[in-house]
């Protein structure tokens, strides 16, 4: 008998599951509630722990549904205490990195296996499309690192994770339905309960989505930018081609609830020779113009063949100079994670698909931490 998975539905969906399942409509909003609040707030994995409940009612839903996580098939810790895991779901793998900082700490979430870009600097780029992930696999991936740190209930304090990105594999608005069933659970303030302003959705720039994902998903917006001439952007991320700068920057201007109090953050990775100039700096700042804006200087993170090298470390100081003159924060942000390959650009599963026998070796030989 095939069970269900119930993890990722709405409350409307599961309803009808559950009716479907043969719970009795007069019962029916109690049970979505009581399931809720267990699976998204206390993080159950099993019907069986669910203590409130009846136990022929239990018995019913472990006949009828699952409650699946993905399968954490490697966990790395960096020196620098950056986590990620490789996980597996429907026979693929994808992964998941959390950022711990003093005061915070940030889950980088895929929304794909793979990804269509083919951004030049980017890891991720060079593994083709597999597909896209899941409202349950997205929110999955939320909930198994809260099992890894410890992290429930979801509604407890001093939470380790406090902000949830979209930054993972893939870009977000090419698997925008998904997404945004999986942000609406994520922001629920009776599920995964971050708030809309702790979860930032990052696109490469899908132009005709970033209206929709304002109005319909009310997230954050980060804009992978990297460039400020179309002729560079056309290389470094080739979407440009059909979206061009000018395109892209006038759909921030309008983004719905964009404010100087909740600015839209733009992603610029520092390649050196390739658009660290002054000159660069300068024109970035007239192209954002009108925005409330920020920028978030990424120093470039090597992987095996890349082509390019990243900005020398006073060059990345010099061009963040320009931006703080002109009034736009411009933190350059400290590379985390990459001696396990966790860092902005790098993640790509096929790196990691490696034998059981040769995982099952290297966690023998893992120190305990």
């Given at each position: 008998?095939?069970?269900?998975?119930?993890?990722?539905?709405?409350?409307?969906?599961?309803?009808?599951?559950?009716?479907?399942?043969?719970?009795?409509?007069?019962?029916?909003?109690?049970?979505?509630?009581?399931?809720?609040?267990?699976?998204?707030?206390?993080?159950?994995?099993?019907?069986?722990?669910?203590?409130?409940?009846?136990?022929?009612?239990?018995?019913?839903?472990?006949?009828?549904?699952?409650?699946?996580?993905?399968?954490?098939?490697?966990?790395?810790?960096?020196?620098?205490?950056?986590?990620?895991?490789?996980?597996?779901?429907?026979?693929?793998?994808?992964?998941?990195?959390?950022?711990?900082?003093?005061?915070?700490?940030?889950?980088?979430?895929?929304?794909?296996?793979?990804?269509?870009?083919?951004?030049?600097?980017?890891?991720?780029?060079?593994?083709?499309?597999?597909?896209?992930?899941?409202p349950g696999e997205i929110v999955g991936q939320v909930m198994a690192a809260r099992d890894a740190l410890g992290d429930w209930p979801s509604t407890g304090e001093n939470r380790?994770?406090?902000?949830?990105?979209?930054?993972?594999?893939?870009?977000?608005?090419?698997?925008?339905?998904?997404?945004?069933?999986?942000?609406?659970?994520?922001?629920?303030?009776?599920?995964?309960?971050?708030?809309?302003?702790?979860?930032?959705?990052?696109?490469?720039?899908?132009?005709?989505?970033?209206?929709?994902?304002?109005?319909?998903?009310?997230?954050?917006?980060?804009?992978?930018?990297?460039?400020?001439?179309?002729?560079?952007?056309?290389?470094?991320?080739?979407?440009?081609?059909?979206?061009?700068?000018?395109?892209?920057?006038?759909?921030?201007?309008?983004?719905?609830?964009?404010?100087?109090?909740?600015?839209?953050?733009?992603?610029?990775?520092?390649?050196?020779?390739?658009?660290?100039?002054?000159?660069?700096?300068?024109?970035?700042?007239?192209?954002?113009?009108?925005?409330?804006?920020?920028?978030?200087?990424?120093?470039?993170?090597?992987?095996?063949?890349?082509?390019?090298?990243?900005?020398?470390?006073?060059?990345?100081?010099?061009?963040?100079?320009?931006?703080?003159?002109?009034?736009?924060?411009?933190?350059?942000?400290?590379?985390?994670?990459?001696?396990?390959?966790?860092?902005?650009?790098?993640?790509?599963?096929?790196?990691?698909?490696?034998?059981?026998?040769?995982?099952?070796?290297?966690?023998?030989?893992?120190?305990?931490?």
């Open positions: 008998m095939t069970t269900q998975s119930i993890l990722g539905l709405s409350p409307d969906e599961l309803k009808s599951a559950l009716l479907a399942a043969g719970v009795p409509e007069k019962a029916v909003a109690m049970r979505v509630r009581q399931l809720w609040n267990w699976i998204y707030v206390h993080g159950c994995r099993d019907f069986a722990a669910m203590s409130n409940l009846a136990k022929d009612f239990r018995a019913q839903m472990e006949g009828e549904f699952v409650i699946d996580r993905p399968e954490v098939v490697t966990e790395q810790i960096s020196s620098d205490g950056t986590r990620k895991w490789l996980l597996r779901s429907g026979g693929q793998e994808f992964e998941t990195v959390f950022i711990p900082e003093p005061g915070r700490g940030t889950l980088c979430v895929s929304s794909q296996v793979g990804c269509t870009l083919n951004c030049r600097f980017c890891h991720t780029g060079t593994q083709k499309l597999v597909r896209n992930l899941t380790r994770i406090t902000n949830v990105v979209m930054m993972g594999m893939g870009e977000p608005l090419y698997n925008f339905d998904n997404v945004k069933a999986a942000l609406a659970i994520v922001s629920d303030g009776d599920a995964l309960a971050f708030s809309k302003r702790r979860v930032t959705l990052s696109t490469s720039g899908v132009v005709p989505m970033i209206a929709r994902a304002g109005n319909e998903i009310g997230s954050s917006l980060a804009i992978s930018l990297h460039a400020v001439r179309d002729e560079v952007r056309d290389v470094l991320v080739p979407l440009n081609k059909k979206y061009p700068i000018a395109e892209l920057l006038e759909a921030c201007r309008t983004y719905p609830g964009a404010s100087n109090a909740r600015r839209i953050t733009f992603e610029y990775v520092m390649l050196k020779g390739v658009n660290d100039s002054l000159a660069d700096a300068r024109q970035l700042v007239k192209l954002l113009s009108g925005i409330p804006a920020k920028v978030n200087l990424l120093p470039f993170n090597p992987w095996p063949g890349s082509p390019y090298e990243c900005s020398e470390w006073e060059q990345i100081e010099k061009f963040a100079e320009v931006l703080n003159r002109a009034g736009y924060a411009s933190p350059v942000r400290t590379p985390r994670g990459r001696d396990i390959m966790a860092a902005c650009g790098q993640l790509k599963s096929e790196s990691l698909k490696k034998r059981a026998s040769e995982r099952e070796a290297e966690k023998v030989a893992e120190p305990v931490k």
